[in-house]
């Protein structure tokens, strides 16, 4: 079965500190997506990796994959208290979208 | 463009009534997805269209669930009957031709069935 397992589920974290995220996954993937959910919110694009060694980045955060590892990485750099929110990977693999379980973050000021 | 539309943003029903929930895709978008949220089993993709051809289903929990996409502009997830297990948030999101696959959500529409 599947799995894209997302570590951690809850980060809480004080402003202007430094984290990751981590999505690990159990198949090969052709594209590896992450997504942002404000509570009650619906789900808001961040960021499509595409291909081994893909580095995107926005702002504060910084996403990247190993496909070779089954790997990507959420980087956030000097937290703000408006980066809270839960954070999905999701993984597209053939016909298929599998999200991880998300990671809650929350930035304490 | 005004997003990803969905109708009703709330449902509450009794058990073993139809539900129909709506779904309008960005203009041009090719790919129309169904998704449902819940607190147990997290996002999970139910069904997704490809120039209104259902590409895959296989996340459609059962028969009681059917999706439609009669044009370009318009899908309908119909669950019939209702239980209270389909509580949850449904999402459609749509995606443009071109191969990245990604997906732009609409609000979402909170069923509860009682």
């Known amino acids: 079965e599947l799995k894209v397992e997302q570590n951690p589920l809850f980060l809480s974290m004080q402003e202007g500190k430094n984290y990751t995220i981590y999505c690990n996954y159990s198949?090969?993937?052709?594209?590896l997506y992450w997504y942002r959910q404000d509570p009650g919110k619906s789900l808001e694009s961040l960021f499509v990796?595409?291909?081994?060694?893909a580095v995107k980045q926005e702002g504060r955060l910084m996403a990247s994959l190993d496909t070779k590892a089954r790997l990507s990485t959420l980087h956030i750099t000097a937290a703000v208290h408006d980066l809270s929110a839960t954070y999905f990977c999701?993984?597209?693999?053939?016909?298929?979208?599998?999200f991880g379980t998300g990671t809650s973050l929350t930035v304490i000021p | 463009d005004a997003g990803v539309i969905q109708s009703p943003r709330h449902e509450v029903t009794e058990m073993g009534q139809e539900v129909t929930l709506r779904c309008k895709p960005i203009s041009g978008h090719d790919y129309l997805f169904w998704y449902r949220q819940t607190m147990m089993r997290g996002l999970e993709l139910l069904i997704y269209?490809?120039?209104?051809?259902?590409?895959?289903d296989s996340g459609m929990p059962e028969d009681r669930f059917s999706a439609k996409m009669p044009n370009a502009s318009f899908s309908t997830l119909k669950i019939q009957p209702s239980e209270p297990r389909d509580s949850a948030v449904y999402f459609c999101?749509?995606?443009?031709?071109?191969?990245?696959?990604?997906?732009?959500f609409g609000p979402g529409t909170r069923l509860t069935v009682t």
């Open positions: 269209f490809n120039n209104n051809v259902p590409i895959d």
């Open positions: 198949t090969t993937s052709d594209r």
């Open positions: 999101a749509s995606s443009p031709q071109g191969g990245s696959y990604e997906q732009y």
């Open positions: 999701a993984l597209n693999t053939g016909n298929q979208f599998y």
């Open positions: 990796l595409l291909s081994n060694g």
